[in-house]
C-alpha cells in the first residue's frame, strides 16, 4: 500500500521509500532540540516524550541538547555553535497562549543562529497565521507538516515560498512500548470487552470534525446497548484513562470505534475561538448546530484530518479498529485494517456487531499488526531517519568556543530531561532478594541496614530510599525506633517506604499526566486506608480526615483499569514503625493524607532565575495586601508552607482576573464549597448577596475557558507563566487547612 509519505521530492533529491530498510548512520551533529513544558520534563505525557526524542532512536550518533525553553535562554544556550536547531511541538504551541508576544520576544534569539532550523509543528490549522509568521521570522528552512501540498498556500502562505516541505505523521510507534504490550495482550475471544472507547468533548471551534470524536462514542454507548454488546464507552472527562493503562484499556476491548483525527475549521489567528466564546458566554448552552448558524458561511468546510497516535496504538494492541472510512493518510485501508462506518453513522451498529466477532476482530487485527507495526514503516526510527536526510543537507562544523558551550549545555539539558523511569510500571511492593531475606537474624534497624548495605541489591534499596523525601524520613523514624523496632525487617520496611514515596512523587506533578495520580486517604475503625487513585475524588467534606493515630493497619489500593495482582498492599512494617514512633510516621505520611490533588498537583518551578521570580511574585503579593502575612502565620504547621504561599499568588491572581473580566460565584448543594468561575469578555453573573457562605469550607477557581496558565508580574516588564492546574481548575488545600474564622474572612473578601 502507497500513502504519502513514502516518497517526497525535496530539492531535487528522492527520498527513499522503502522505510523497512535501516538507513546507515551520518556523520554526527550537533543539534539543538528546543521544546516547553511547566512541568518537570520527566512527567510529560509518553507520546510526547517519544517525539521529542525521536532523533535518538535514528541509526546516527548525533550530538542532541534537549532544552526546555520554560526555563529561560541562558546565554551559554544562545552562543553555542549547532549544527542544527530543532523547534518541537510543544514550544510551537505557544502560539495560542496569551502570553504568547512575550515568549516570542524571549525566544527571538533563535532568528540570530547561524544553523539549519527545523519545525515541527501540530495542529497547524489553529493559530495558522501566527504559525506561518513566526516561523518565517525565526528563519526556518525545514517544515516537519501533518499535511500535504494541496493545503500548504493555505497554511503557510508566507514561509512556503522560503522553506522546504517534509510530510509527517502526528505520531508514530514506539518499538519499546510494543514489545512491553505484546507480553500483556490476550487473543480476542479472551478479552471481556467487544468494544472500547474514550474521548472528550473538543471545544466548537474544531468544527464538526471534531465534534466527531464524541458523538461517535455517544452513538457507540447506544448501538451496543440495543445489540447487547458488552462495551466500555465513555466521553466524560473523568473517566479518562492514560499511561500504561491505557494499553490494558485497549487490550480488554475486541474493537475500538474513532475516526480521524483534525478539524474543520481554519482558525488563522484565534477570531473563530474568540468568536464562539463570546457567543457562549452570551448564550450558556448553546448546541454545536445553534453556534454553528451564527457563525460566517463556510466556516466549518475544511478538511484537515490526519491518522493519529491512538491509531497506531490500536493496532501495537492487537485491537480491531471500527472508523469513519477517511484517508488516515493512506496508512489504514477500509476492509483490510478497520471496519468502514459511513460519515453519518448510520452503519455504526451494523459494524459494531461484525467486529464483536472473535474471528473477524482476530483477522482484521492481526493483518494491521503485521503490515503496519512489524512492517517497520511507521516507527520513531523512520522519523529519525527522515530527520537524518535533512541534517545530511548541511556539512558538520568544525570546534570552536561555540562547541565548548554547546556541550556545556548539553549535560545541562540532558539533566532536565532526565528520562524516566515509569512510575505506572508497577506498583507492588518489591522486597530485595538478600540474605537477610532468606534467613532474617534479631538485631537493631540500624544493624539490619547495614548488613544490607553488604550487600548488592540491598544496598540499591537503602541508597533510592534516602533519596526519596518521604521514604527517607521514614527509614529515619525506623532508626530511631530502637530495640523495639528490631522484630520489623528492614528489607520489607525499604520496600513499603519506596511505594509510599513513589506514590507521593506521582501526586505531585501536573494533573492528568501519565504518572500523576491521586492519593485519597479514608480511615474505617483503626484501618487506615490508602487509595492511589487516576483522578480526584468527588470532595465528600472528609478529604484527609484521619481518626485515631497510629492505625493497627495500613493498606494501599491500587486503582486500575484491569486490576493487578496485587491490588491491596498491607504496609506492615511501616505500621509496626508508626506504633513505636507515631509523630514522626504521621509527619512523614502527612502529604498522603491530607491532599485530593489541589494545590500540590502542580508543575514544580525548576530553574534558579524561575525561583527566583517566584519568591519575587510572592512576596509581591505579600505587599500588595500585607493583611495576607496572617493566612501564612495561621497555616504553619497545617499544611507545608510551599502550598500556603502558592495557594496565597494564586488567590491574588483569581482576585485580580474576578475584576478584570467576567466571573460568577456558585455554591454547591450542601453550601461548602464556593466555586468561583472566572471568564474573559463576560459580566457577573451571581451577586454578592446572592451568595451565603456561612458553611462553606473550600473554594475552588475554575479558570477554565482562559486555559491553565496565567500570567504572573514580577518586575521591569517581566512576568512568570503560573500554572493555575489541569484544565484551568485550582483547589486551595492549604488555605483550607486554616481555622474556620480564617476561610470565613477569604470568602467575605471574595463576595465583597
Not at 14 to 24: G, I, K, L
Not at 354 to 373: F, G, K, L, T
Not at 533 to 545: E, N, T
Request: net charge positive; proline share 6%; glycine share 8%.
Amino acid at each position: 500500500m502507497t500513502n504519502r509519505f513514502d516518497t517526497q521530492l525535496h530539492a531535487g533529491r528522492t527520498f527513499r521509500a522503502d522505510w523497512a530498510v535501516a538507513q546507515e548512520a551520518i556523520a554526527p551533529r550537533r543539534v539543538l532540540v528546543l521544546y516547553w513544558t511547566p512541568t518537570p520534563p520527566s512527567e510529560i505525557r509518553a507520546a510526547i516524550r517519544h517525539h521529542l526524542e525521536a532523533i535518538k532512536q535514528g541509526p546516527s550518533s548525533h550530538r542532541v541538547t534537549f532544552w526546555n525553553a520554560f526555563e529561560g535562554s541562558p546565554l551559554l544556550l544562545r552562543r553555542g555553535d549547532y549544527d542544527a536547531v530543532v523547534l518541537q511541538t510543544t514550544l510551537l504551541c505557544l502560539r495560542w497562549f496569551p502570553n504568547f508576544a512575550e515568549w516570542r520576544r524571549k525566544l527571538g534569539w533563535i532568528s540570530g543562529l547561524d544553523c539549519l532550523k527545523i519545525a515541527m509543528p501540530q495542529d497547524e490549522y489553529d493559530h495558522s497565521e501566527i504559525l506561518d509568521e513566526w516561523l518565517s521570522e525565526l528563519g526556518v528552512q525545514h517544515v516537519f507538516s501533518n499535511f500535504g501540498d494541496d493545503v500548504r498556500p493555505l497554511l503557510y502562505p508566507n514561509i512556503s515560498r522560503q522553506a522546504r516541505f517534509q510530510p509527517a505523521f502526528t505520531g508514530y510507534i514506539d518499538d519499546r512500548t510494543a514489545r512491553k504490550v505484546e507480553s500483556r495482550l490476550e487473543p480476542s475471544d479472551r478479552r471481556p470487552y467487544d468494544v472500547v472507547y474514550r474521548a472528550s468533548h473538543l471545544p466548537y471551534w474544531f468544527g464538526s470534525l471534531g465534534q466527531l470524536k464524541h458523538r461517535i462514542g455517544d452513538r457507540a454507548q447506544t448501538e451496543a446497548r440495543s445489540r447487547n454488546l458488552t462495551a466500555n464507552v465513555s466521553t466524560r472527562v473523568e473517566d479518562a484513562i492514560m499511561g500504561d493503562e491505557w494499553f490494558d484499556f485497549l487490550g480488554a476491548g475486541r474493537a475500538i470505534v474513532g475516526c480521524e483525527s483534525g478539524s474543520s475549521v481554519l482558525d488563522r489567528r484565534g477570531e473563530m475561538q474568540t468568536s464562539i466564546r463570546r457567543y457562549l458566554d452570551e448564550h450558556p448552552g448553546a448546541s454545536f448546530e445553534e453556534v454553528s448558524a451564527h457563525m460566517p458561511e463556510g466556516w466549518d468546510s475544511y478538511r484537515f484530518a490526519a491518522a493519529s497516535p491512538r491509531h497506531f496504538e490500536a493496532v501495537i494492541t492487537r485491537t480491531c479498529q471500527v472508523l469513519v472510512r477517511g484517508r488516515y493518510d493512506g496508512v489504514l485501508a477500509p476492509d483490510r485494517h478497520y471496519v468502514p462506518v459511513s460519515p453519518d453513522l448510520s452503519n455504526l451498529g451494523e459494524a459494531l456487531e461484525e467486529a464483536s466477532d472473535p474471528a473477524v476482530a482476530s483477522e482484521i487485527a492481526s493483518r494491521s499488526y503485521e503490515e503496519i507495526y512489524r512492517s517497520g514503516r511507521y516507527s520513531y526510527r523512520v522519523l529519525a531517519e527522515q530527520i537524518d536526510q535533512v541534517l545530511e543537507t548541511v556539512p558538520p562544523k568544525t570546534g570552536g568556543l561555540g562547541v565548548a558551550a554547546s556541550a556545556l549545555v548539553a549535560r545541562w539539558g540532558e539533566r532536565q530531561l532526565n528520562r524516566p523511569s515509569d512510575l505506572d510500571a508497577e506498583w507492588a511492593i518489591t522486597v530485595a532478594s538478600t540474605a537477610e531475606n532468606a534467613s532474617p537474624r534479631a538485631g537493631t534497624p540500624r544493624e539490619q541496614l547495614q548488613r544490607l548495605m553488604r550487600e548488592g541489591s540491598g544496598r540499591a534499596s537503602v541508597a533510592a530510599a534516602l533519596r526519596g523525601r518521604l521514604s527517607r524520613r521514614l527509614l529515619r523514624e525506623y532508626v530511631l525506633s530502637g530495640r523495639e523496632g528490631a522484630p520489623i525487617q528492614a528489607s520489607r520496611l525499604l520496600a513499603e517506604a519506596l511505594l509510599l514515596d513513589r506514590m507521593a512523587r506521582a501526586q505531585d506533578v501536573e494533573p492528568r499526566t501519565p504518572r500523576s495520580r491521586v492519593v485519597k486517604a479514608s480511615q474505617s475503625g483503626e484501618e487506615l486506608d490508602l487509595n492511589l487513585l487516576r483522578l480526584a475524588p468527588v470532595p465528600d467534606g472528609s478529604a484527609g480526615a484521619v481518626g485515631t493515630w497510629p492505625p493497627m493497619a495500613i493498606s494501599v489500593h491500587v486503582a486500575t483499569f484491569r486490576g493487578v495482582a496485587n491490588g491491596v498492599q498491607p504496609l506492615d512494617a511501616v505500621a509496626a514503625v508508626a506504633a513505636i514512633r507515631p509523630r514522626g510516621v504521621g509527619s512523614a505520611l502527612r502529604p498522603l493524607l491530607d491532599s485530593i490533588g489541589g494545590a500540590r498537583s502542580r508543575p514544580h518551578i525548576a530553574g534558579g532565575r524561575s525561583r527566583a521570580k517566584a519568591w519575587i511574585v510572592t512576596l509581591r503579593t505579600l505587599a500588595a495586601r500585607p493583611g495576607d502575612a496572617w493566612l501564612l502565620a495561621n497555616v504553619l504547621g497545617r499544611a507545608p508552607l510551599r502550598d500556603a504561599a502558592d495557594d496565597l499568588v494564586k488567590l491574588a491572581l483569581m482576585e485580580k482576573a474576578m475584576k478584570a473580566s467576567g466571573m460568577a460565584l456558585e455554591l454547591d448543594e450542601d453550601g461548602r464549597v464556593l466555586r468561583v468561575v472566572t471568564t474573559p469578555g463576560g459580566e457577573r453573573k451571581t451577586a454578592a448577596q446572592d451568595v451565603s457562605i456561612n458553611h462553606a469550607a473550600r473554594i475552588v477557581w475554575d479558570n477554565s475557558a482562559s486555559g491553565p496558565y496565567v500570567p504572573a508580574p514580577v518586575i521591569s516588564g517581566r512576568s512568570l507563566t503560573v500554572f493555575v492546574g489541569a484544565g484551568g481548575i485550582h483547589e486551595f488545600t492549604a488555605l483550607e487547612m486554616l481555622p474556620a474564622s480564617a476561610r470565613s474572612r477569604i470568602f467575605r473578601r471574595l463576595i465583597s
